[in-house]
């Protein structure tokens, strides 16, 4: 089964992968029919991933917990429904699960030591309950910086998470974990979820798709700047993974009704107009990026759209206000969690405890004006002047060091030839504030040091096809990556 050609898996496209191991980056839309037909067993694809663990996982240090043999045997059972002939809508298919996702008789560390020995989940959460549901397995979970509350996944709990792009720079967080397995050929989806950029950021540096759903959209929970959500190295595995994760659940009480429809093809974007924004009052663009956006808009342009730019005034100063605001609603429990024991915290923690000690309602106030000036401005520079979507950076810069957070006094970036310090090369905190918009995160192709670089795709407030169909135009006509030569070398 391994030996079977590469080119029946992605359209002629050939793997640069060792033969034995190329059905473990086949995508799902294609995992499925060859499932179905018999031409490939889910058993094999999960024995490809499995070798690729334990080949590569020393290298890139994404996997907090393994669960093969539990996978093993619901992939036998895929193969069984299958052969009976009636599977279900991700019967056989991979996914990698964050450390945050409730997974009955799991243990989820939040990647601090304080969880250590926390006690098994007793039940399903919503989506993996969705996702069991429609045959999904669930061979790892994936690490996440501790408490979800950093850009990079570094914590003293796992250790530190590399790219496996480039050894040196992070995948992202918080849902690094995913980020990189997915990269690494460890799996075929991943979940991720978003309160500040944390599915955007690990699909930018990682090269992936990613989608940050409106509020609500996925059943997640009551926190609004919140949202659990999907990663995947294709768009057409994107939108399947999607379709899997959306509707109303009645625990869940934010959740959306009714469900919205993803199809399985979107039309063409000739003759939209489509807002970009550089969004310069965040942050300077380090070359690189610039030259990887104006690639992008090169490419939405060709395909019969036009681009204006426009200055929606997003201002780094805000920053500060939009996470006292996201740490004033029920984050803030993470704070009183972390500060019982905080010589165990990974540096990151420690500092944001120190500047979050006095949260209260005058934040979450000062949050919700800063919100009404946003959205104003998006809606009369955008979307009330009749553009369909909204392009933005996703970083300033690819090149982050899998380290940084460790030591935050003195942690930095380059861009442009400057350091810069804090998280101020951050494009994505304003769609967590600003959270009933939806935003694909779509790859641009790799810059220098062999990192891959992305960009966001906003569409209007619940308007999720209109973003859909955006990027699925721009994933046919971009280079794609995970094809031909274009994969992760596992290389400082």
């Known amino acids: 089964m391994s030996q079977v050609s590469a080119a029946f898996f992605v359209g002629g496209r050939a793997f ?196 940050k759903p409106p509020f609500g959209r996925v059943p997640t929970s009551e926190i609004v700047y919140e949202t659990q959500g999907p990663l995947a190295r294709t768009f057409d595995d994107l939108n399947l993974f999607t379709q899997a994760m959306v509707g109303p659940h009645p625990m869940v009480h934010s959740s959306l009704a009714p469900r919205l429809d993803f199809p399985k093809t979107y039309g063409p974007i000739e003759g939209w107009r489509i807002a970009f924004d550089p969004a310069s009052g965040l942050a300077p663009l380090d070359p690189s990026v610039r030259d990887a956006l104006d690639r992008g808009l090169a490419q939405l342009r060709a395909l019969g759209a036009s681009i204006e730019q426009v200055d929606l005034e997003f201002r780094a100063s805000d920053f500060q206000t939009f996470n006292f605001g996201l740490f004033s609603t029920a984050m803030g429990a993470l704070i009183s969690q972390a500060r019982r024991d905080p010589e165990k915290l990974t540096p990151y923690v420690r500092e944001g405890i120190e500047k979050a000690s006095h949260l209260g309602p005058d934040e979450q106030a000062a949050a919700e004006t800063l919100l009404a000036r946003y959205n104003r401005r998006v809606q009369e520079q955008v979307f009330q002047r009749g553009c369909r979507a909204l392009i933005m950076p996703t970083l300033a810069t690819s090149l982050i060091p899998a380290e940084h957070g460790l030591n935050p006094a003195n942690d930095s970036v380059t861009v442009d030839g400057n350091q810069v310090r804090g998280l101020t090369f951050l494009f994505t905190w304003p769609w967590n504030l600003l959270s009933r918009y939806p935003v694909v995160a779509v790859p641009l192709g790799l810059g220098p040091y062999n990192m891959p670089i992305g960009m966001q795709i906003i569409g209007d407030r619940f308007d999720d096809l209109g973003a859909f169909q955006v990027a699925s135009a721009y994933s046919r006509a971009a280079p794609p990556l995970y094809a031909g030569q274009e994969f992760p070398k596992f290389e400082g």
């Open 16 to 211: 640069a992968a060792p033969v034995d191991e190329e059905i473990a980056w086949i995508p799902a839309t294609s995992l499925i029919p060859a499932f179905r037909s018999g031409e490939i067993s889910p058993v094999a694809v999960l024995e490809a991933q499995i070798r690729r663990i334990n080949r590569l996982n020393g290298k890139v240090n994404c996997i907090t917990y393994q669960h093969f043999d539990e996978a093993l045997a619901a992939a036998r059972e895929s193969e069984r429904r299958y052969r009976s002939g009636i599977p279900r809508p991700l019967e056989g298919i991979t996914v990698a699960v964050k450390d945050e996702y409730a997974v009955k008789g799991w243990v989820t560390t939040m990647g601090t030591l304080l969880r250590r020995n926390a006690p098994p989940e007793q039940a399903d959460g919503p989506v993996i309950e969705r996702l069991r549901a429609a045959g999904a397995l669930f061979p790892i979970q994936t690490t996440v910086p501790e408490f979800y509350s950093w850009v990079t996944t570094a914590t003293r709990l796992w250790g530190i998470t590399r790219n496996p792009w480039n050894l040196q720079y992070t995948p992202g967080g918080s849902s690094g974990g995913s980020g990189a397995a997915l990269a690494a050929g460890f799996a075929t989806l991943a979940l991720g979820s978003d309160m500040g950029g944390s599915i955007r950021i690990p699909a930018s540096q990682c090269g992936l798709y990613g989608f």
